[in-house]
C-alpha cells in the first residue's frame, strides 16, 4: 500500500518536473523518497534522490544538487545498480558541466559512458558521449571533442533529425578531407 502512494508521489513529481514545476516537483520527490526508504527500497529512495539532484540543478541550487546527487551515486554503487550508478554519475558530470568545470565534468562523463558500454545500453552511452564531445571542445581539446561526439553521434539509436543531419555533414566533411579522428 505504502508503496504504491510511493509510485504515485514519484509519478506526480515527475509530470511537476516536466511541466517546470520545480519547487513542487521537489517535495513531491522528497514524499516518494521517504515512502521507499520506509519500505525499505533503497533502489527507489535513491532514485528519488537522483530526482532531486537534478531538481535542484534547474533551480540552481547547485551544493544540494551536488549533494543529493552523490548520496544517490553512493546507494546505487552499495547495491549494485550499475545502470543508476551511470545515470548519477552524468548527472554529476552534468552539474559540473553547468558550473564551468569542464575538467572535472569529463571525469564523471566518461565514468558513465563506460559504464553503460559495460552494460551495452548504447543509447545512453551515446548521449553521454555527446556531452562528453561538448565539455572536452569547451575545455580546448578540439580534435578529441569532435571525434568523441562523431562516435556518440554515430551509436545514437534515436536519433533527432539535427542529429540525423550533423552525422551526415561530419561524415561528408570527413570524406572530403580524409579525416581520420581519433577513435573514441
Do not use: C
Amino acid at each position: 500500500m505504502a508503496s504504491e502512494t510511493a509510485e504515485s508521489l514519484k509519478a506526480e513529481g515527475l509530470r511537476l518536473f516536466q511541466e517546470g514545476l520545480y519547487e513542487e516537483a521537489l517535495r513531491r520527490f522528497g514524499e516518494a523518497q521517504e515512502r521507499f526508504a520506509a519500505d525499505g527500497n533503497d533502489a527507489e529512495a535513491a532514485e528519488m534522490l537522483n530526482n532531486q539532484g537534478v531538481v535542484y540543478r534547474m533551480l540552481h541550487r547547485w551544493e544540494e544538487a551536488r549533494a543529493a546527487l552523490e548520496e544517490a551515486r553512493a546507494v546505487f554503487v552499495r547495491i549494485g545498480d550499475r545502470h543508476r550508478e551511470a545515470q548519477a554519475l552524468g548527472n554529476l558530470g552534468g552539474l559540473l558541466a553547468s558550473r564551468g568545470d569542464s575538467l572535472r565534468a569529463q571525469e564523471y562523463l566518461r565514468q558513465a559512458a563506460d559504464i553503460f558500454a559495460e552494460l551495452g545500453d548504447n543509447q545512453r552511452r551515446a548521449e553521454t558521449l555527446l556531452a562528453l564531445g561538448v565539455q572536452m571542445w569547451k575545455a580546448g581539446d578540439r580534435w578529441g571533442g569532435l571525434a568523441t561526439y562523431q562516435a556518440g553521434l554515430e551509436m545514437l539509436e534515436h536519433p533527432t533529425p539535427q542529429q540525423k543531419t550533423l552525422r551526415g555533414l561530419l561524415q561528408l566533411v570527413g570524406r572530403l578531407f580524409r579525416l581520420r579522428l581519433p577513435a573514441v
